[in-house]
């Protein structure tokens, strides 16, 4: 039976880089490829109702339970696509075993170092193998990880039937990151009523709360006059964009909060003269603040048209999420009987909020419970990325845990 850290390896392989803007599900053609291959190993192990959204992706199966008396299915679930934030082409993971807990070469010809001093989480993996990138792309352990550990736990209930386990539908989502992750997905034949979302990072964290969340898409209509002769007549519309921003408190950007703090983020600008584009994310944990945030930056947008002229900024400002917390208000004995599998694994529960979001905010409002559990990952999205095998292999236990009666 192939190990967890071994598929990783295969599933990091395949580019699944996920891409903003686009109307289509998946929103990059390249996501089949690691779909149609979740498919055909999910059929070779034995598992039961394997298919794959011919369209959208999707992939779903079904693993019985093999009690006499019944138990409620578990739905697990993980997503496929990776970061638009960086490239996932070509890469090519390194492993560390036995880490000497100290600054990390990850590319000597460019030199490029993952530094003790920048990412002190390091030093607690001091003995442990280490899979990290080489510097030129991201890993894909968001959300890789997530699936190698779901196949494994997968694999080894279809080769090891004297383990009694209760029926396991397990669910992979394409387009997660761009937030398009489960606008197609199958909830009413999934097989369960309940799921986790195997989504988060260094071992132990169970999350149920999440951001509130929106996209702000803001254009900026300038006048483009010869610069020898604009005094009075032009009007820049990148500077404008920069008084935009400068509007915004600059204690509430991502790189100054933590914790349930929220934030505006600048995620993506560009412009000439005459026109200019700027994306925003608006992010709060409380639902309150969440609305000022998005009523202040409406607001910031009005400002600059009564100084330069109505229709200057048009702004865009929509909802992608809510916090998660509220729907699983009634749901709470999943994050208890999850505390209860950790420490029966040996690892101690750690519940924190996350500072993002995952498919599972989506699936709870749409009647689908599903708060997240670790992979054993972190730095997500970059260069920086890497996962710990002994976290993987414990998250696997983890989930056969869950699974067991």
């Not at 298919?51 to 019944?70: C, K, S």
Request: net charge negative; with cysteine; hydrophobic share 35%.
């Amino acid at each position: 039976m192939e190990k967890v850290k071994d598929k990783f390896l295969r599933y990091v392989a395949v580019d699944t880089q996920s891409a903003d803007g686009m109307e289509q599900v998946p929103s990059t053609e390249k996501q089949f490829h690691l779909a149609k291959m979740l498919c055909a190993e999910l059929q070779a192990m034995g598992a039961e109702n394997v298919r794959m959204d011919e369209e959208h992706a999707y992939v779903y199966a079904f693993l019985p339970g093999n009690t006499e008396q019944p138990f409620p299915a578990i739905g697990l679930i993980a997503h496929m696509d990776t970061s638009p934030a960086m490239s996932g082409k070509n890469v090519r993971p390194r492993c560390i075993p036995d880490y000497d807990g100290k600054d990390i070469c990850l590319n000597r010809d460019k030199d490029i170092w993952m530094k003790v001093e920048d990412f002190p989480a390091l030093v607690n993996y001091t003995g442990k193998e280490l899979i990290v990138t080489d510097g030129t792309t991201l890993l894909g352990a968001d959300d890789k990880a997530g699936v190698a550990e779901i196949m494994t736990m997968a694999e080894m209930l279809l080769t090891h039937p004297e383990i009694s386990h209760r029926p396991v539908a397990i669910g992979f989502t394409p387009d997660e990151e761009v937030g398009r992750g489960v606008d197609f997905f199958d909830i009413p034949n999934f097989g369960a009523k309940e799921a986790y979302t195997v989504d988060g990072g260094a071992l132990g964290g169970i999350e149920y709360e999440t951001f509130n969340a929106a996209s702000a898409q803001v254009t900026i209509n300038g006048k483009s006059i010869h610069p020898g002769d604009a005094k009075n007549k032009m009007r820049n519309a990148m500077r404008v964009a920069f008084e935009l921003d400068a509007l915004l408190p600059e204690e509430q950007r991502p790189e100054h909060t933590e914790g349930y703090e929220g934030f505006y983020h600048l995620d993506r600008m560009e412009g000439t003269v005459e026109s200019a584009r700027m994306d925003y994310i608006l992010r709060d944990h409380d639902r309150s603040k969440f609305e000022a945030k998005k009523t202040y930056f409406a607001a910031c947008c009005n400002f600059l048209n009564e100084k330069y002229g109505e229709g200057t900024v048009l702004a865009e400002i929509k909802d992608t999420y809510y916090n998660l917390k509220d729907a699983l208000s009634e749901h709470m004995d999943l994050i208890e009987r999850a505390c209860d599998a950790m420490r029966a694994v040996g690892v101690e529960p750690v519940i924190s909020p996350i500072r993002g979001g995952t498919d599972g905010c989506h699936l709870s409002y749409a009647g689908l419970p599903c708060p997240n559990l670790c992979t054993g990952g972190h730095n997500y999205h970059g260069k920086y990325e890497y996962i710990v095998r002994e976290s993987m292999e414990k998250v696997v236990e983890l989930l056969l845990t869950l699974a067991k009666v």
